[in-house]
């Protein structure tokens, strides 16, 4: 009995967990959520932690990630079964991760109030095996939630991992205050929510730029249909005709075939001299791989991805047969050779393509020293994943990063979201999901480095690694 109420626990808090995330913006939610699976955790034997950190995870990332099936099913042609089925085998992958933390934890630390505080780290661990392992996967990673609210005055200190160990900490001092451990949950408590007193000015301005952030909104069953190219490619023109900011920016793989391919007379026509503008297309060739770039038309400047997907970019061993089922358009591609800069009408625009924003430790060197990008570009395609959810969740992603660096982030989307937001994390513009048009935004470069930006770029997420393991550590010998 006490096991199916500790089970049906873990799920319910897990989909708990996944209301936290946009578009709800209740961070609090993500907190409570995390409080009842400690709460679970707290004084069980190793298995049940294990259990309930398996369906917690799994509850969660099945919610929060159900949106792929839409890619494999409607897009890919795999039966709808079979990818409602890929999905919940790869939350219970993810999974996999909690269920050896919180297992471990419960078996190594005994029940109370030195566990509870393990839980932490151990939540801490997990999510950063998450975000590294197997090329990694951080998708809607538990520190998000907390791109608003008080714990988001961390971001530019510790970023997206260090608010996750501590919204972990405010998770456990909730669970302490029934302990009746009265000091030690004050201090949990308190800590994470000191952020919102934190200094936050680490950037100046470096001048506004006018930006035309494109938004085709071509459905994704079109985008590669050879007969709708010409038909297409004359949309896509007429939006960069209709731009009136310095620069045009257009979303990932808006021509959705090699440059080379692409005929003189309407690349002249997409290229407007007195316009710069940055074209989602491929570079490359079938001998050395074809790379899913952003190309400075009328000048040299390319960006290409750098940070690729399993299975839509590239194809695990193994795996050769599942991704071929579903008929990927350049399914197996090269990756980019830098991570310059483009500077632009007195700016420097660092590209980032589709999901590589939710690497901030991958590009951070970009957001130090003299050279340091002045604005983030993201240019995305989540027309593969429908509307509801992923568009707002992906966003969300880019506000952490806003914070992290204390950049503003813009977005050029095909079908959503497409948005402006400012070095403080807010959104300052946004077009409607699947709207057609041009959106114009008046944007603030900004130059400098956050404490977080200068420890990262020297350390990388090492230290976070090493701190969560002394914590482990010392609190595997403190006593009962």
């Not at 470096?206 to 459905?219: H, Y």
Request: proline share 6%.
């Amino acid at each position: 009995m006490r096991t199916a109420l500790a089970a049906a626990t873990a799920l319910a808090a897990g989909l708990l967990h996944t209301a936290a995330f946009a578009p709800t913006g209740a961070w609090w939610a993500q907190i409570i959520a995390l409080a009842l699976l400690f709460g679970l955790v707290a004084r069980a034997t190793p298995r049940l932690a294990a259990l309930s950190g398996a369906l917690f995870g799994w509850s969660w990332l099945a919610s929060g990630l159900w949106w792929l099936h839409i890619s494999m099913h409607q897009f890919g042609g795999i039966p709808w079964l079979l990818a409602a089925l890929a999905v919940a085998l790869l939350a219970a992958f993810l999974a996999g991760y909690y269920a050896l933390a919180l297992g471990l934890t419960a078996r190594w630390i005994a029940s109370g109030r030195w566990r509870l505080l393990a839980l932490v780290p151990a939540w801490l661990l997990a999510e950063l095996a998450r975000a590294t392992w197997f090329s990694g996967f951080p998708w809607i990673a538990s520190g998000y939630a907390h791109s608003v609210g008080p714990l988001a005055g961390w971001a530019p200190w510790v970023g997206v991992y260090g608010i996750t160990a501590l919204a972990a900490l405010a998770a456990a001092g909730l669970v302490l205050l029934r302990e009746r451990a009265w000091a030690t949950a004050a201090a949990a408590l308190l800590l994470p929510l000191a952020g919102a007193l934190l200094p936050q000015g680490f950037t100046t301005s470096s001048g506004q730029v006018a930006l035309s952030l494109v938004q085709p909104s071509i459905p994704q069953d079109q985008k590669f249909d050879p007969e709708r190219f010409a038909a297409n490619l004359e949309t896509l023109a007429r939006l960069i005709e209709s731009a009136r900011g310095q620069v045009v920016l257009t979303p990932e793989s808006v021509v959705p075939l090699p440059l080379v391919e692409l005929d003189a007379a309407t690349l002249a026509r997409l290229s407007r001299p007195e316009r710069p503008a940055l074209l989602g297309t491929f570079l490359g060739n079938a001998d050395e791989g074809f790379v899913n770039s952003l190309v400075a038309l009328g000048s040299d400047y390319h960006y290409g991805k750098r940070h690729l997907l399993p299975f839509g970019e590239f194809i695990p061993p193994g795996f050769g047969w599942f991704v071929h089922a579903m008929n990927i358009p350049l399914d197996d591609q090269a990756r980019g050779d830098h991570q310059r800069a483009w500077a632009v009408a007195g700016q420097r625009l660092r590209p980032l393509i589709c999901y590589e924003d939710l690497f901030g430790e991958d590009f951070v060197q970009s957001a130090v020293g003299p050279d340091s990008a002045t604005v983030l570009v993201n240019a995305s395609n989540l027309a593969w994943f429908g509307t509801v959810m992923v568009q707002d969740q992906h966003l969300q992603f880019s506000q952490m990063r806003a914070l992290e660096f204390q950049r503003p982030v813009v977005r050029s989307t095909n079908t959503g979201a497409t948005a402006v937001i400012d070095h403080r994390g807010q959104i300052m513009a946004r077009m409607p999901a699947l709207e057609r048009g041009v959106l114009e935004a008046r944007v603030d470069g900004r130059s400098g480095a956050t404490p977080y930006a200068r420890w990262l770029n020297a350390l990388g997420l090492w230290p976070l690694w090493a701190l969560a393991l002394l914590a482990l550590a010392g609190l595997s010998k403190a006593g009962p």
